[in-house]
């Protein structure tokens, strides 16, 4: 489609199930808004693993995957909704495992919740002014500091022209009926004001290459037709867009927080429009 075209509004997954062979599912937004579970998608997921085939979930989620699954677990969401999960933690410890063989310093900025990251890499930490890279996976503590409180601290990373390696991309996510800030609302005043950032996650396409393959994997097929859902319209649908898949657009995450969320075609359009991106579908919240 092109970039002019408004998304389809539809009513849920079922209008869709003969156009496509498998599903690429974001987590935070989608499935659940960091409080409880969106009602519905568990039977969404399943009744299209049953209708028409896999279902990968693909998360900014700054954990490896086990982590993310075992949260997914105790939020009462069923494992037999979906067939694999893919986070950006898991690329981040990839990257720290390779920059520990290097034998670099790292100094870690994020909170107490996100340290299985580091589960089990050999690599030393230390102070901004010590290390050779920054990890950042998000704020110390989220649910009060924003990017203002990091201010000296990015400066600090400027002066000694450190690379951030970004693992969780997203700028913001809902909690409940709250929002808080993201290690991609750091990263970008960092790159904003010239720093090197490393962006692991949507909307970067490795994460969805690597996404891809697992699809094939599992379909077995070499080209399957995948179909992407994101709340994301700054991550979720750009990504989408760069890996050249179709994607839907959930308005009932982060954009129903917006003074005007969008309800109609051109509302959905004109959210994305000012991100340079564009869905084919929309629906507030993912059913069946």
Known sequence: MSDNTLPQKIAGLSELKN????????????IHNGVELFPGVAEALTAW??????????TNAPRPADTVQQRLDEMGFPRDSYDGILSSGDAARQMLAERAEQGQVCHFVGAAKDVDLLNAIDIDYGTADEADFVLLTGMADDSFETPDDY??????WGVRDLPVICANPDRMVQ????????????????EQQGGDVIWLGKPHLPIYDTAQGRLQNFTGQENPRVLAVGDGYKTDIPGANAASLDVIFVTGGLAAILPEHPESPAQAASILQDYNAHANYFLKHLVW
């Open 19 to 30: 156009q496509y062979d498998a599903l690429l599912c974001d987590v935070w937004g989608v």
């Open 175 to 190: 909690i409940g009926d709250k929002v808080i800030y993201c290690a991609g609302a750091l990263a970008e005043i960092y």
């Open 49 to 58: 693993r049953q209708a028409v085939g896999p279902v990968l979930l693909l």
């Open 151 to 156: 201010q000296a601290a990015i400066t600090q």
